[in-house]
């Protein structure tokens, strides 16, 4: 356990519907990361925070995703009319705001959309 | 396009000997590595890290970085079966993202 939480761990939609995911960073990091990670590649960016400000997004990040982090604590990330090629898990990771950056990964939250 | 290269495997090594996982990337500004392993149906875990050319060392595993070559590889000194998992290479892409490779399968047997 890094102490890194993501909620729910595992999340079944139908496709249109609206999911949203939370991470819990470690409480003395500043820095919050999204990626995806689909079968058998490893994870592609999506996003990063430095407390509230999000300060990257990736073009794999389209119109139908949004990630918050209001406060500089925990976050979320919505994904507004799901498709099926949103199937994926979900990584949340944290680190400190060091020049070499080493991330800490939460569990992630598997979703499939039917 | 930044980009990292592993060996999909799986890469088969009996129980006790060294296991050789090597990657290599393309954006020869890269300053940071990582490697991590994963688990099938769980998340990545970092084993270690490395900015230097050079050899790092930690208990079994060791990292080899040379960037002229922008070649990065992770050893496994005396493979046990909980070793079997995913290792992934990971690159600092800039602005604070890590650009991942595929992933080596690794399977240790008896």
């Known amino acids: 356990d890094t102490g890194v939480s993501q909620d729910p761990r595992h999340k079944i939609t139908k496709r249109g519907q609206n999911v949203t995911f939370r991470c819990d960073p470690i409480s003395e990091h500043n820095r919050l990361y999204w990626y995806r990670q689909t079968l058998g590649q490893g994870p592609e960016f999506l996003t990063y925070f430095q407390n509230e400000a999000q300060l990257e997004k990736s073009r794999l990040l389209s119109d139908r995703f949004s990630a918050e982090r209001p406060k500089g604590s925990f976050s979320t990330l919505e994904i507004q009319r799901t498709e099926q090629g949103d199937s994926a898990m979900y990584l949340c990771?944290?680190?400190?705001?060091?020049?070499?950056?080493?991330?800490?990964f939460g569990p992630g939250t598997r979703l499939l959309v039917l | 396009q930044k980009e990292v290269e592993q060996n999909s495997g799986p890469l088969s090594v009996p129980e006790g000997a060294i296991a050789s996982l090597n990657c290599t990337y393309s954006?020869?500004?890269?300053?940071?590595f990582f490697w991590y392993r994963q688990y099938s149906g769980k998340s990545p875990e970092l084993i270690m890290f490395?900015?230097?050319?050079g050899d790092k060392e930690d208990g079994r595993f060791t990292a080899q970085l040379n960037k002229a070559s922008q070649y990065v590889s992770l050893l496994i000194r005396d493979s046990q079966p909980s070793d079997s998992a995913t290792y992934l290479c990971?690159?600092?892409?800039?602005?604070?993202?890590?650009?991942f490779g595929a992933g080596t399968r690794l399977a240790v047997h008896p």
């Open positions: 990771a944290s680190s400190l705001p060091r020049t070499q950056e080493t991330q800490y």
């Open positions: 490395i900015y230097s050319n």
């Open positions: 954006d020869r500004g890269s300053q940071s």
């Open positions: 990971a690159v600092n892409g800039g602005y604070n993202k890590l650009i």
